[in-house]
């Protein structure tokens, strides 16, 4: 409670105070009329209200008749849902209206009657034949619409519908119309739209059709009076070329290529360098030796004396050109090339300068934007650049380059570079040694982007690091990267200091190949304890997830006794029978992981008990989890060698059904049950092949064992013709399992009849004492029940304590299997820290 002010002060009622009143009243009053104003009369109401007894087709035709401008926008961007329910009509009704309200309509009518357009098209709700006849002229109509963003828009629809137009459609009704469209006397937007028209129609007919009707109009936009349309149609010719096939494209393509590459304008010779390194396959070897070579070297020398747009496009292109001119260039054309690479990669890095950022001249700004943009394609075309100098020379040639690029002042550089380190790595494969530094330089980079970037594929670039390199042996390699633990170390730490979560997620996720790189002491020394650091104290899920699996990893390749023990003994004290309700559901994440990892036995010997023991968890969130996760625990047993914990199973469910008061639980545990009982259960078939001997009194021969070894091998249903033993909690003998297998299908039949279930659940809800519920034994194992397990706490405990098996019991390193949930006070064992809050908790049932 804040101190009340003073008297004088707490109400003023000076004449000055009064007028400071109105004033803030009126500014109150000015915030409230645009609110106020837009509110609707009721006229305006009156208006746009619509008789509710209309169907759809006849308010469509009100909306576009009479309707506002906006209602008949919100009919035609549903033109596609009334195509779909009632086309007839739609095209008898509705179309004729929508025709008349586009001749008059603005630029949002006008970009969503494309796009519905468009939808009916891709939902095939009429025939091609049907829609060419009813959508197709108004497309056409549409086309040269005075605002630019509108004929894009109906561009874009005509150029799919051409796609799917029959050919004699196509011929009448857009072919024989461009012939004057693109004729000179028609707008610029005219001659535009018909050069991405020919572009797309190239595809659609024979190579006597575009030689006589097409290809002449090719040539006369190529020749346009207008720079634009004249790159515009260039940069089509790429789509005419793969049309006409090879011989045009030289006698036809090729010699506009070259008078294009030498137009005035530096955006047609832009376009027309781009579409010839495009076409680089088409051609032979002595066209890209005789024509295109000489092109390109011209275009190289008078880049740097161009627009920097120009050094942007061919920095870009580089691997193409490396890739389509590769074994075209002699010697000194080879060096002169790679020379003019290593000045693009550099390109604005010489020009330094004291001045501050603000007081640079806005050109000098945008032009280091464009040396940024060179640079950075220069990163994304350095794996080309390594095959066309040859990795066995990538030391004397690139490696000063590659260098550069790592430690580039400007971020977008090195995140290209961070893409492209594992392509440079398998392409310097023996050789991958020499760039070892920069993998620490990029895992250190203060720049969470890049790091990002490096760590996509950081499993396969240290797999080669360990692997490559001049030494065959492994311990020497991983000798060479004394710096590689400390920059991932640091690397983890940067990202868990930053708000960008997904990229800490990630960097964990790609630590579990680290078992694979580095030795399981190192691990356990220097990330193993930061992975536990990180499951207890992070604040975000996902992240807590990857910490969980990834150490469940590294405690699987671990080959220490002692350090696995430690590892267990902290998972089951520390998360397991921790404190905080949070910890707990991360372990029951963890025991998930374990089972996807481990082996059967080895859950069943370390976490088996200390999971089912969280039925007694204090917490409604905590036993809904480990509810949902039964079913997995469960396949993780093997009859007969894991029916004692079985049967510990079972009467954590059955306690469960009889005793839960949070109705939620109860819904899960109830599905829960049905889950159960429907799965099969794993058969031991080794074991029951000795008990079998055993029984019948026979002993069994080496070569007989492994003969029924191999023929049963881990077979998912018993055979009902072989009777086995399976031995109870303390060691003696039962009577045989086919006698089981029977009372179990007496059983399932008694209390999991669909009708029967449902009527014993309304039983449950209100569970009238634990001694009217004892005999109540609904079958949760899908094997049967030999006996009835009184439910009381007592026997609970007594049979948990008495029947785990030698095999089962804690090592000494290890903690007690049994928890202490059910005797701590709920209120410090119930929340995230101390306190439960059954209201909050609640909201976390759906992604604790």
């Known amino acids: 409670m804040h101190p009340p002010p003073p008297a004088a002060a707490a109400m003023d009622f000076s004449q000055n105070s009064l007028f400071g009143y109105m004033e803030d009243l009126q500014e109150l009053t000015i915030i409230e009329r645009p609110v106020r104003r837009s509110l609707k009369t009721p006229e305006e109401i009156e208006r746009l209200t619509v008789d509710e007894d209309l169907s759809d087709i006849e308010r469509a035709v009100y909306l576009l008749s009479a309707g506002q401008d906006i209602q008949g926008t919100s009919v035609i961007a549903n033109l596609p849902f009334l195509m779909r329910q009632n086309p007839a009509e739609t095209l008898r009704r509705v179309l004729p209206k929508v025709r008349e309200v586009l001749h008059v309509a603005g630029v949002e009518m006008q970009l969503t009657a494309a796009v519905s357009f468009l939808t009916i098209l891709q939902d095939e709700s009429v025939s091609i034949h049907t829609y060419a006849h009813a959508f197709l002229q108004v497309i056409l109509l549409h086309l040269e619409h005075r605002d630019a963003g509108v004929s894009n828009a109906w561009l874009e629809t005509l150029l799919s519908v051409i796609e799917v137009l029959p050919k004699e459609t196509l011929r009448h009704e857009i072919l024989n119309p461009l012939v004057s469209k693109a004729q000179l006397s028609q707008t610029v937007q005219s001659r535009l739209v018909s050069c991405k028209i020919l572009g797309k129609l190239t595809n659609k007919f024979d190579a006597h059709i575009i030689k006589r009707e097409i290809l002449p109009l090719v040539k006369s936009l190529c020749q346009d009076v207008e720079y634009e349309v004249r790159s515009c149609m260039c940069r089509q010719l790429e789509n005419i070329a793969q049309g006409i096939g090879t011989e045009l494209t030289k006698s036809v393509v090729l010699p506009e290529l070259i008078e294009l590459s030498r137009d005035e304008s530096s955006s047609v010779r832009l376009a027309a360098f781009e579409t010839l390194v495009n076409l680089l396959d088409v051609f032979d070897a002595d066209d890209r030796s005789q024509t295109i070579l000489p092109l390109v070297k011209s ?130 494969n023996s050789g991958v040694y020499l760039i070892h530094k920069e993998l620490i330089t990029l895992l250190q980079d203060e720049s969470l982007e890049v790091l990002d970037a490096l760590i996509d594929h950081l499993p396969e670039i240290l797999e080669l690091m360990s692997t490559g390199g001049e030494s065959s042996v492994q311990e020497n390699k991983l000798s060479s990267l004394p710096d590689l633990i400390p920059a991932l170390t640091a690397a983890e730490q940067r990202a868990a200091a930053s708000l960008k979560w997904r990229t800490h997620e990630k960097l964990l996720q790609k630590y579990a190949c680290l078992p694979h790189i580095i030795s399981s002491d190192q691990i356990y020394y220097r990330f193993l304890q930061r992975m536990f650091t990180i499951m207890m104290t992070n604040n975000v899920l996902p992240v807590q997830k990857a910490a969980s699996r990834t150490l469940c990893v590294f405690l699987r390749y671990n080959r220490k006794q002692e350090q696995r023990h430690e590892v267990i003994q902290k998972l089951i004290e520390q998360l397991g029978q921790g404190k905080s309700y949070w910890n707990r559901l991360r372990f029951l994440d963890t025991c998930e992981f374990i089972i996807e990892i481990f082996s059967k036995s080895f859950f069943c010997k370390y976490f088996f008990l200390p999971a089912i023991e969280l039925t007694h968890d204090p917490v409604a969130n905590v036993r809904m989890k480990l509810c949902c996760l039964l079913p997995k625990v469960k396949s993780t047993l093997k009859i007969p060698a894991d029916k004692h914990l079985l049967q510990q199973l079972e009467m954590c469910v059955r306690k469960l059904l009889c005793q839960e008061k949070d109705k939620d639980v109860l819904a899960i545990v109830k599905r829960t049950v049905l889950e159960l ?30 003969k029924k070894r191999r ?102 390193s290890l903690p007690s299997t049994s928890r202490t949930g059910s005797s701590v006070d709920p209120k410090s064992s119930g929340s995230k820290d101390t306190q439960p809050r059954k209201a909050t908790l609640k909201s976390r049932k759906s992604n604790p």
């Open 711 to 812: 023929d049963t091998k881990t077979p998912t249903t018993l055979p009902k013709n072989i009777p086995i033993s399976v031995p109870g909690p303390s060691g003696t003998s039962t009577p045989s399992t086919s006698k089981e297998v029977k009372k179990s299908k007496l059983i399932r039949s008694q209390s999991f009849n669909n009708q029967a279930f449902h009527a014993k659940y309304g039983n449950l809800d209100k569970c009238p004492s634990k001694s009217s519920t004892a005999g109540y034994t609904p079958s949760v194992s899908g094997l049967g029940k030999t006996s009835v397990i009184s439910l009381t706490d007592d026997s609970f405990r007594t049979r948990n304590a008495s029947s785990t098996p030698t095999s089962f019991s804690p090592s000494p």
């Open 299 to 428: 275009f190289c020398e008078k880049s740097f004396k161009a627009d920097e747009s120009i050094l942007i496009s061919l920095s870009f292109h580089l691997g193409k050109l490396c890739h389509g001119l590769y074994g075209i260039f002699t010697p000194d054309q080879h060096l002169r090339f790679l020379e003019f690479y290593k000045k693009l990669c550099t390109l604005g890095l010489q020009q330094e300068n004291g001045h501050n950022e603000n007081q640079i001249p806005p050109q000098i700004l945008e032009q280091e934007k464009k040396y940024i943009s060179v640079r950075k394609n220069c990163a994304y075309n350095f794996p080309a650049m390594i095959v066309f100098v040859d990795p066995k020379n990538f030391h004397m040639e690139l490696y000063s380059t590659f260098f550069c690029l790592c430690h580039d002042p400007e971020v977008p550089v090195r995140y290209t570079i961070a893409i492209c380190f594992y392509e440079v790595s398998k392409l310097l």
């Open 677 to 706: 009982d429907r799965m099969e259960m794993s058969m031991d078939a080794e074991q029951l092949e000795k008990e079998k001997q055993q029984n019948d009194g026979r002993p069994m021969s080496d070569k007989t064992f492994e």
